[in-house]
């Protein structure tokens, strides 16, 4: 039999990386042990929580719900793909689906075992995890208002769970909790405005489709007033003396640009703003490692 070429097989690896989403995969999962050693976190030494290894069980086990939850979407949302992302769709092609389907069902199996052998509560909170990752991509995508909603709340629900595991409960968490819920919705209808036509054909049912371009962008930008008003109750409620509350003093200014850009006719304004705000949590992540850097050492 002849061996199929290197390139080959490079491409299927390739394809099954994009079809986990291991670039989300990676970007959450620094983000989750930046929020949980200097966010969550407010006694443990550095020490104590490198040889924590529960913490790092339950972050593994997120990380491999996520790649799964991954895999299931593009699974369901593949026919979406091929309009919306050519080029993605071509290198997963390389692969065949039922091999994503078996890569699914191994993540999900190692990640609720692993959960398992922490403790029963680690196993249901991911077992409830699992479970609506799978529903959304299976029936809530397409049902308007909540496919949002419930996207935006899978992505922030393991961040919760560390929150729960420290007890870390304080108005300024909740006020940051709040600003990145509103950030992640803002770029979900974005995100749905710019695949308004070929959810239409699919039929996924979102803002821009339902209600039009024109209103969707509105709710953007009431998003935005919101999300303009919340940083400035963290702003008052911790002051400018470090680099996290500077970062949300710099946001209102990226605020006050995608709402200009959302409102104006610039061209590909929605393609711009929703690499504005995405850019911006990634900033953000990086601004409370610098900030926790600098407070605790």
């Known amino acids: ?23 989300v995969a990676v970007l959450l999962t620094f983000a989750l042990y930046v929020s949980t ?5 407010q006694e443990e030494s550095l020490r104590d929580f490198v040889f924590d290894f529960r913490v790092h069980g339950i972050i593994f ?26 080029f993605r769709t071509k290198i997963q092609n390389f692969l065949k ?25 680690v196993f249901y909170f991911f077992l409830i995890y699992q479970f609506f990752m799978w529903f959304y ?3 809530l995508s397409k049902i308007l208002i909540l496919n949002n909603i419930t996207f935006v709340s899978l992505t922030l629900y393991p961040f919760f769970g560390m929150m729960v595991y420290y007890h870390t409960f304080s108005g300024k968490v909740f ?15 974005v995100k749905d405005i710019l695949t308004k036509n070929a959810d239409k054909i699919f039929g996924y049912t979102t803002i821009p489709n339902t209600f039009g371009t024109h209103n969707a962008v509105n709710v953007v930008v009431a998003l935005s007033v919101l999300l303009f008003t919340v940083s400035m109750m963290i702003i008052n409620n911790t002051g400018i ?18 709402v200009y850009l959302l409102l104006s006719s610039v061209k590909k304004s929605n393609f711009i703003v929703l690499n504005i705000l995405r850019i ?13 850097i600098i407070e605790r050492f």
């Open 1 to 23: 039999m002849k061996k199929k070429p290197i390139f080959y097989r490079t491409s299927q690896l390739v394809g099954f990386l994009l079809g986990a989403r291991i670039f």
């Open 37 to 41: 050693f200097f966010l969550f976190n």
């Open 61 to 86: 086990c997120t990380v491999l719900s996520i790649l799964a939850g991954g895999i299931i979407n593009q699974f369901y949302d593949r026919e979406k793909d091929q309009l919306t992302k050519p």
């Open 97 to 121: 689906q039922k091999y994503f389907l078996y890569a699914y069902l191994i993540l999900v199996a190692i990640s609720l075992t692993t959960a398992f052998l922490i403790s029963h509560r």
């Open 137 to 139: 991509s299976h029936k």
């Open 175 to 189: 006020l940051m909790a709040v600003f990145l819920f509103v950030m992640l919705l803002m770029i979900d209808i």
């Open 241 to 258: 003396h470090s680099i996290l509350p500077l970062y949300f003093a710099a946001g209102l200014f990226v605020i006050i640009l995608s």
């Open 280 to 292: 911006w949590v990634f900033v953000g992540i990086i601004a409370m490692l610098l900030d926790g």
